[in-house]
């Protein structure tokens, strides 16, 4: 699977479309014997608020009840703030 694009704006009127349009994705693609990591490139994000953060712990969670983990790359300094902020940061780049 490529990586998940997080687009330049996410704000908290497109996030539940973001994360319906990848459990989507992730629902589509076939199960495969040793479950990938789901790829989130964020570097495009630039405009966000909490819920950026709230469609990347909602894949998270999906990834998870399939066996998956989630891969978070490029995320800027301010999307890396934020995270742990909010304690969050741990979850989203997994050691």
Same mark, same amino acid.
Not at 3 to 31: F, G, N, V, Y
């Given at each position: 699977?490529?990586?998940?694009?997080?687009?330049? +704006? *996410?704000?908290? #009127?497109? !996030?539940? !479309?973001? %994360? +319906?349009?990848?459990?989507? $994705? %992730? $629902? %589509?693609?076939? @199960? !495969?014997?040793?479950? #990938?990591?789901? *790829? &989130?490139?964020?570097?495009?994000?630039?405009?966000?608020?909490?819920?950026? *953060?709230?469609?990347?712990? =909602?894949?998270?969670? &999906?990834?998870?009840? $399939?066996?998956?983990?989630? /891969?978070?790359? =490029?995320? +800027? !300094?301010? /999307?890396? #703030? %934020?995270? @742990?902020?909010? =304690?969050? /940061?741990?979850?989203? $780049?997994?050691?």
């Amino acid at each position: 699977m490529n990586a998940l694009k997080l687009p330049p +704006s *996410l704000m908290h #009127e497109q !996030a539940d !479309a973001c %994360l +319906s349009q990848w459990i989507r $994705q %992730l $629902q %589509l693609q076939p @199960t !495969a014997p040793q479950p #990938e990591p789901v *790829l &989130v490139d964020a570097s495009a994000l630039s405009d966000f608020d909490s819920s950026a *953060l709230a469609v990347l712990l =909602g894949l998270r969670r &999906v990834a998870k009840a $399939q066996g998956r983990s989630v /891969l978070v790359q =490029g995320m +800027s !300094a301010r /999307l890396s #703030e %934020l995270a @742990t902020l909010y =304690g969050v /940061l741990d979850l989203l $780049q997994p050691a």
